[in-house]
């Protein structure tokens, strides 16, 4: 099993920034690919960024550019940096880890969730 838990979400005004950060425990680290996923109210949930357990990136197209994904394997965690955020980008934000390839992430096909947490960008 693996234990997921998000943090940094909250309020901020269009053009500022956040950063979430995703701690994991139960396994090795390491070997997951991890990925972040966000729900809007009244949409679905969708993939945001993901990170490979070589670090390879994978950004939906409307974050390219404003967001960055990244992972310390010493601290068994991964971040979000969002910069240049937009009142669209509003939503729970969700950590996913899976053993699978990056590409098999990509295509929704995760493990671990975490409980998620909010982000709120006011115009």
């Known amino acids: 099993q693996v234990q997921l838990v998000e943090s940094g979400g909250g309020l901020v005004q269009a053009g500022g920034s956040l950063t979430l950060s995703c701690a994991a425990s139960?396994?090795?680290?390491?070997?997951?690919?991890m990925a972040w996923f966000r729900q809007a109210p009244g949409k679905e949930r969708e993939l945001v960024t993901a990170?490979?357990?070589?670090?390879?990136?994978y950004y939906t197209n409307s974050v390219k550019g404003r967001f960055t994904i990244s992972r310390s394997n010493a601290k068994n965690t991964v971040y979000l940096r969002m910069n240049s955020l937009k009142p669209e980008d509003t939503a729970v934000y969700y950590c996913?880890?899976?053993?699978?390839?990056?590409?098999?992430?990509?295509?929704?096909?995760?493990?671990?969730w975490g409980q998620g947490t909010q982000v709120t960008v006011s115009s």
């Open positions: 990170i490979s357990s070589a670090s390879t990136t």
């Open positions: 996913a880890a899976s053993l699978k390839s990056l590409s098999t992430v990509v295509a929704g096909s995760l493990d671990y």
């Open positions: 139960g396994r090795t680290f390491s070997n997951f690919a």
